[in-house]
């Protein structure tokens, strides 16, 4: 495995293969990085992940139309986890390496077809511009500090690359305030009395919850932190807000509608639930310019 990506490793990365994936040595470990590693390493869990996550064919179809003809191409999936991208999108890239934490999710993410790496998304053992593709799908808000996460992602950009995230909570549509906050609150109660949820169990709700580091009021990404982040490092920059049910229409400027829950939470905030600032996730996808220059 290790000879597939040595001529994009720095030269004294301290790179080892183990039977299943590559690792690099992970020495500060945070208990959100920790929370990530638990729940993502989990077979059962990580299986339903690979399952139902990011697998319609509205996702499909969006990041299509996002990544455009991806084969032949040197991708890198930061946060892959058990390999929802590349499973849903398939093709021919030419390489495609899955970044993670979780030895668990990288054993599924190797039989997807990835080059699995485990190593800090923040500090990753990469020479610089190398990749024509760099996905963080749900990946941004799983990790503490989200602007280092994203320019280290860039870094590993080439001039006339792309850089992808999507479904990260946007922080206006979340931000809930007066009953809207009550009633976020009060919804694991509520999940518990009905059975309604993704999670099957209290334990996994609960570890799900923790890795979700900026999935709360108050927390999440804009299309400001988008731009002041990306803009500087010289690429051109286009922020697609929706609310995860549209396919390759996002890029067009349309959202879909939101979830009645959702919208009940951005009307007793007091926001227009059909407005931009309302949509529950924001899609980056930002091009790098041959010639370097910063915005």
Known sequence: ????????????????????????????????????????NHPEWAEEYLTYCHRSDAFRCRWSAAVGDWNDKVVVDIGCGPGNVYATLQGKPKLIIGVDVAPG??????KQGYVPLLADATKLPFISEFADVVVLNAALHHCEDMEALLKEAARLVKPGGTIITDHDPQLSAWNYKGFAKLLWNARLYVYKLTGHGFHKTDSQQSWGLACEIHHKPGHGVTKDFFMKTLAPLGFEVNVYPHNHHL?????????????????????????????????????????????????
Do not use: W
């Open 247 to 295: 396919g390759a229409e996002v890029l067009q400027g349309k959202k879909g509608k939101a979830e009645f829950k959702y919208r009940l939470g951005n009307i007793l905030s007091g926001r227009n639930p059909n407005a931009d600032h309302s949509a529950l996730t924001l899609m980056c996808v930002a091009k790098k310019r041959k010639n370097k220059q910063a915005a």
């Open 105 to 110: 999710s990288l054993l599924l993410a190797g």
């Open 1 to 40: 495995m290790k000879a597939k990506i040595s001529s994009y490793l720095l030269p004294d990365a301290p790179v080892v293969e183990t039977d299943n994936y590559l690792e690099c040595p992970i020495e500060d470990q945070s208990e959100g990085l920790r929370a990530n590693i638990y729940y993502f």
